[in-house]
């Protein structure tokens, strides 16, 4: 089992960057599959960019070429960098791992990404 926190999120102008963190307590991090998911106001939750253990990426249609995910194992640490960002990209970030067998997530907190116009 794997705790996630996310960190990183801030306030950014259009066009501007910023890196997400989320570190995870627990053993075997390696072994999870990580996804970054986000959630604007009045919006359904969106998987926006996952990493396999064997370090397969996904991104959704929506941010690729603009989000890169990475991991660091010996930090049980998952990254998000998030390039030439837009107002649509506010929102909540969530990053949560997932056990590859029994596709059991485990959700960190969230962090605030606000973007201005």
């Known amino acids: 089992q794997v705790q996630p926190v996310e960190s990183g999120g801030g306030l950014v102008q259009s066009g501007g960057s910023l890196r997400l963190s989320c570190t995870a307590s627990?053993?075997?991090?390696?072994?999870?599959?990580m996804d970054w998911y986000r959630q604007a106001p009045g919006k359904q939750r969106e998987l926006v960019a996952t990493i396999i253990s064997d370090g397969r990426l996904i991104y959704a249609d929506s941010v690729k070429g603009r989000f890169t995910i990475s991991r660091d194992n010996a930090k049980n640490t998952v990254y998000l960098r998030m390039n030439d960002l837009k107002p649509d990209d506010t929102a909540v970030y969530y990053c949560a791992a997932r056990h590859p067998l029994t596709q059991k997530s485990y959700w960190g907190q969230g962090t605030q990404v606000t973007v201005s116009s």
């Open positions: 627990g053993s075997s991090f390696s072994i999870y599959v």
